[in-house]
């Protein structure tokens, strides 16, 4: 077994160079002594809408905070039903839980893994209020089709971004198509914070408003509460790292495309099934490069053989988690799902890989037979 074993994640500095100015950043906000809500936070909100090109962005506790009080900033709550694709990180149904409303799980496309639109349809009913989009893998939906359609339906619709940092469809950022966007910054994301961390992007000045309460006690003025709110502050620390890192996201999600190119073209092997390649570069930021195999305990053991640790996002479908059952959901009404979520696995890719772990993932993965 190789020592020089290739890690799925390094969230750390990927150079001294940036630890010095991750380190520099914290200093700065130790001597402010202006610790929640300051200069820090204003500025990373300021410089992330400019970066998704949205009206603006507010930063909260995290990615699944908000998720939460994007539905609650859209009026989302008890009584309503909100449509969630079966293969995501189970905030994407907590939020929903946590609004007071419901999810109802859709399955997806078997080629990408993302919502399929006409399964979706199927399950409006007179609750159904929103769609909850997840641009799962860093792969971005087809908005233009999803948003025509929940117009026609009279849906919301809040993107869950968490995983698409930047990614492009159409010309146009996901997180811009809806009425609102969650992403989350937690540290293995293309752009990580070094803990906790999230925001509310909307095309909406209202939205927005609401959202900046709503993290902070309801408050529309100190000591004033309009909202029933919840305390989710993006601190200055972590609103500082996110500056200094956003400096670095182009160059490295570049790194992550090519990196994926290299898998698309040079991966061939019939027993590890490849996702649909997007026919537009731009609208996959290869957060996780996820592959399909019959056996997948016995891959993952190939790889880490090789010294290639690989993870697997996600083992189970959300209606199938012991939790769900508080949803009374079936599983077996998203079969393509539990297909997809028995065989997927994800390789390795992220911007400090060098081309002989590249290779040597690829070598790994050619060669395995079950």
Known sequence: MPDDRIPFAHPGPASPAEARALAAACERVIHSNSYILGAEVDAFETAWAAYVNATGSVGVASGLDALEISLRALGVGVGDEVIVPAVSAMASALAVHR????????????ETALLNVEHARSLVNSRTRAVLPVHLYGRAVDMRRLTGWAQEAGLLVVEDVAQAHGAVFEGRQV???GDAAAYSFYP????????????????????????RSMRNYGQTSLYRHEYLGLNS????????VLSARLLQLREETAKRQAIAAQYFEAISNDHVLLMERPADAASYVAHIFAVRTSDRERFILHMSDRGIDCLVHYPLTLPEQVAAGAWDVNAAETPVAMTHAATCVSLPCRPGLSQWDIDRIIDATNGYRP
């Open 188 to 211: 293995t994301k293309n752009l990580g914070a070094l803990g906790d961390a999230g925001a509310v992007v909307s095309m909406s000045a209202r939205v927005l408003d609401v959202a």
């Open 233 to 240: 502050r993006l601190d200055e620390i972590q609103a500082a």
């Open 175 to 177: 997180g811009t198509w």
């Open 99 to 110: 609004a007071g409303a419901r999810p109802v799980f859709c399955d997806i496309e078997s």
